[in-house]
């Protein structure tokens, strides 16, 4: 059996903590690295997961033995630390977005494109079982021609407004899940629909930025994607996906820490609340992506998302942008 991947994790917040329990739990993977620029956190998570911490993101890069580098630190350092990634010749996995401005990708994107080293972007809702199976099934033909998906993604509430303020707006920060989520349906859009609303947070209003959203996305084939976004939602996390084709329908409803329904004489078919944070809702999905991107690293056919990928879903964002802000339909090339 193979020595697993050493992993040099960057960023030891709340999702690099996602990540370093992912790559504990992967039997190709040991958590061997981890730096954040805020030295004690890299050091509490380096004795939780009994590894080696730094405040400088560079150790990790000069050490000479990292297999796999994870980017989980904020997002404006998301281009340098992949670029130093390609010039140090190790695989990367980043969170997304890449970054918020579009130029930062693009002078990236050239480099990117030609590399021989696998670079994967975290979009992990691809690798969540129950969309995942949806995903195979409309490939397979089980509801013939795809011609409408309708995404529903709605956070249980809003993040600190410390956060949001930095985060690039609802469309780059929560919509751009759901943008890449419509593009693995439908990889080839050729329009963009939205608007934003301010329906309940005066703090994000005073942001300039929207607490809910609906995007209309027009395929190459006129296939339909309807996208509903909220930052609240009174009865958990709110994640649905319907794939409607010629021959039939797939849908993935919310889910529920058991399938148990209870009967009174007050109620019937009660159950329990739906998850109610991310991490509950899609920690199978991280190790899946974790997993993908293995696949990549050995040169197996991969699902991983890949750089482009992530400057399409950034694109998408800043055409709803647009679109909200304009109220007109953003036109795409492909």
Not at 229 to 238: C, E, I, K, P, T
Not at 262 to 278: L, S, W
């Amino acid at each position: 059996m193979a020595a697993p991947l050493r992993v040099g994790l960057i960023g030891s917040g709340r999702i690099g903590q996602v990540h370093a329990t992912s790559v504990q739990n992967h039997p190709a993977t040991v958590l061997h690295r981890v730096a954040d620029v805020f030295h004690e956190s890299a050091k509490e998570t380096a004795e939780r997961f009994g590894c080696e911490a730094s405040a400088n993101p560079d150790d990790l890069f000069n050490a000479g033995d990292i297999d796999l580098i994870i980017i989980a630190s904020p997002t404006s350092t998301h281009v340098d630390l992949i670029e130093k990634a390609i010039d140090a010749g190790i695989p990367v996995l980043c969170e997304k977005p890449i970054d918020l401005d579009i130029t930062n990708v693009n002078q990236l994107r050239e480099k990117a494109n030609h590399t021989d080293v696998p670079i994967g972007l975290g979009f992990n809702r691809r690798f969540d079982p129950h969309f995942a199976s949806v995903k195979a099934r409309v490939d397979a033909g089980d509801i013939g021609t795809l011609e409408q998906l309708i995404i529903t993604s709605r956070d249980p509430a809003p993040a600190s407004t410390e956060y949001l303020a930095v985060s690039g707006g609802i469309f780059r920060d929560m919509t751009i899940h759901d943008f890449d989520m419509a593009r693995y349906f439908v990889p080839k859009i050729v329009s963009v629909t939205a608007q934003g609303f301010n329906q309940f947070s005066e703090e994000i209003k005073e942001l300039g930025d929207y607490d809910s959203a609906a995007v209309m996305l027009r395929g190459s084939n006129d296939e339909l994607i309807l996208i509903s976004n909220s930052r609240h939602a009174a009865h958990g996390f709110d994640q649905r996906l319907e794939a409607f084709g010629a021959a039939g329908m797939l849908r993935v409803e919310n889910v529920t820490d058991t399938n148990v329904f209870h009967y009174t004489a007050h109620q019937v078919e009660a159950k329990e609340p739906y998850q109610n944070f991310f991490l509950q809702r899609y920690m199978a999905s991280y190790l899946n992506e974790l997993d993908e991107f293995l696949k990549k690293i050995k040169g197996e056919k991969s699902h991983s998302p890949t750089f482009e990928d992530g400057r399409m879903a950034l694109m998408l964002a800043n055409a709803a942008t647009a679109s909200a802000a304009s109220g007109t339909t953003i036109s795409l090339a492909v």
